[in-house]
């Protein structure tokens, strides 16, 4: 391979099964070709996907790093890839082509986007189906937009598709200084719920609070679960980050038919049953991809308008280069408090 720089583009030589010389467009993405620790992820240069009919090729400016890529980089995931893989769901970038069949983007239109399980945004480029492309608002940086699908969609999911969550009730979202807790703290405001925010550090219990929650609570504080109860009351909903160590005390903290949304799990946990019979509550597990095509569009109508309407405004904890992915995998896991979205930068 030889690269070049011709316009933002990479392009190399290589010599097909014909012995004929090609040329190709590049690009540095960062892959996976077996599952283990952040090491296995490295970047390299790769042909840009090409596109026809209904995709659109995007030029990203900002990849979203979600706990679930750490998963499925260590292969514990349920859903695995073809190695070698292409991690991440989110992007937001600038579109760069179109298909013949796209109608409603042009070339240099700010967007974000949802990607496919084998079209993973950690790359310069991502090819996309029209369908799972959306303009990004101006006041949205591109960093924000890499925010924006995976965790409001989640927390329309656990909070409104499951809990059938309404104004009045009340809420405790375990959690809540990461990007989906930060998602769910909006998007129950936006609902006119009252809202108990947990994080793990001052600045976190900062953030909560700044982004919407009536009351916030140390989770690494001894006693924080009967301080809120004390303050509050017993929760009709609880959005659950960390089942694996939050899901035991929860059930000791519901209301009457209360529901729990579990949106994030590392293990396993000890439970007593009798504390949901008791309490007549549903546990419900949310798993974004097992949504209806009804449901996802709702999910999106909903972040659409909370962007029109303003209130939906992703937090970013920090960027990280494409060279820098381990690290940011490390990070997203053994942080002692999140504040926000750990986001990719080409």
């Not at 082509?97 to 967007?111: D, S, Y």
């Not at 089942?243 to 007593?272: F, H, P, Q, W, Y």
């Not at 597990?285 to 009804?294: A, I, K, P, Q, R």
Request: charged share 20%; proline share 4%; net charge positive.
């Amino acid at each position: 391979m030889f690269p070049l720089t011709v316009n933002r583009l990479s392009l190399a030589l290589y010599v097909d099964k014909r012995g004929m010389a090609q040329l190709l467009k590049m690009m540095k993405a960062v892959r996976v070709h077996k599952f283990g620790g952040p090491e296995v992820l490295k970047t390299e240069t790769i042909p840009i996907p090409s596109i026809k009919h209904n995709k659109v090729l995007i030029h990203v400016r900002a990849a979203g790093i979600n706990p679930a890529d750490t998963y499925i980089r260590s292969g514990g995931y349920g859903l695995l890839p073809e190695l070698p893989a292409i991690l991440g769901k989110d992007v937001a970038g600038e579109v760069e082509e179109v298909g013949e069949t796209v109608k409603n983007f042009k070339k240099g239109q700010r967007v974000f986007a949802e990607l496919q399980e084998r079209n993973g945004g950690y790359a310069e480029y991502v090819a996309c189906p029209e369908d799972n492309v959306f303009p990004l608002a101006h006041r949205l940086t591109f960093a924000q937009g890499a925010g924006l699908y995976i965790p409001y969609v989640t927390a329309y999911r656990g909070l409104v598709t499951k809990c059938k969550a309404k104004a009045g009730q009340l809420l405790l979202v375990h959690g809540a200084s990461g990007a989906v807790g930060v998602a769910a703290v909006q998007l129950a405001k936006s609902l006119g719920l009252t809202v108990v925010g947990t994080a793990g550090s001052s600045e976190g219990l900062e953030l909560v609070k700044k982004v919407g929650a009536d009351h916030v609570f140390n989770h690494r504080t001894d006693g924080y679960l009967e301080g809120a109860v004390k303050t509050v009351g017993k929760f009709d909903i609880i959005f659950e980050n960390l089942s694996n160590v939050n899901l035991g005390a929860d059930l000791t903290v519901m209301n009457k038919n209360a529901s729990i949304a579990i949106v994030g799990c590392r293990g396993t946990v000890e439970i007593n049953p009798r504390l949901i019979m008791q309490a007549e509550a549903t546990v419900h597990g949310v798993f974004l991809y097992n949504s209806t095509s009804e449901e996802r569009q709702a999910a999106i109508d909903n972040l659409l308008e909370g962007i029109a309407k303003g209130w939906v405004n992703p937090v970013v904890a920090k960027e990280y280069k494409f060279e820098e992915a381990p690290q940011a995998h490390h990070d997203i896991i053994h942080t002692k408090g999140a504040t926000g979205r750990l986001v990719l930068t080409p």
